[in-house]
């Protein structure tokens, strides 16, 4: 039998929340200007997040704190930091932590 | 720009006329009406289906597609660069350089991107399908992910396609007598003409 990754539950619930349709997803402008400098974008950030997994998980004032480790449709390793608010639907991007371009 | 705010005290979040959705990466113009939430920060209700949108949205018009487009499209639809070429009929490497802009795909070839990429689309939307339009998605799916076209067969092996018609009105699992002329639709009857 294959060993469950650490964080599935929190795994399952994310991708198949995004998959649902049924969340807002939150930035802000510092976000913003840094998916812009890192050349990636909100339809990266959606792969990741549909397709991705936690890998770690915290609190943050009431809400899930979790880093999101995946890639994206082009295969740039990206890992990204969200706050989620089960009770409204949100997810906030706060941070990406990385960006890896492999073999460019 | 007209502005609906709601909410009393503390941070106000105001509902805008139009959003210009830069951070969407798409290289034309992506504006939501009356639909996002900003403050400080901005948030996007169903981002998943927004992108499947655009995608149906940009494959449905028709200027033709730059390589930036087929980048997002792509992207949008989720899909592997490997993995659309193979559907399309096309090399990856192919595909990379028009994407890239160093070659320019082929009318041919972009009609069926469109075509794959629409379908991509419209099933990630998961939308409530009526019968009908699950049939369609379904034809749509053999189309692209079974069917391989047969040049060599025996010319002795006549091709046989078998039709019924079907009344409008389900009919409870009962056999009803042929409807000729009555209200209903024709209907392959996929196990002839399979056989």
Known sequence: ?104 | MTINQHGAGGEITRVVDQFDAVDLGAPFKVVLHKAVRVTLKYSIPDTDGLISQIAISRVLNKRKLSGKEIHFIRKAIKAKQKELAQRIEMSAEHLSRCESGAMVMSPTSEKLLRIYALKTAWKLQKLELCEETRKLEQMLDRLFDMMKPVSVFDPDDVLELHFNRVPKTPSNGEDLPPNIDGDGHWNADELKSAA
């Open chain 1, 1 to 104: 039998m294959s060993a469950q990754p650490k964080y599935k539950l929190e795994t399952d619930y994310l991708n198949s929340w995004v998959e649902s349709g049924a969340y807002s997803l939150v930035v802000n402008r510092t976000i913003s200007q840094k998916l812009r400098r890192l050349r990636i974008d909100l339809v990266d950030v959606n792969y990741v997040l549909r397709h991705g997994q936690v890998v770690r998980s915290d609190m943050l004032e009431s809400r899930g704190l979790w880093d999101v480790l995946g890639s994206t449709a082009d295969d740039i390793a990206v890992e990204l930091t969200v706050a989620v608010i089960s009770s409204v639907c949100e997810v906030e991007l706060l941070q990406i932590i990385t960006v890896e371009r492999r073999g460019r």
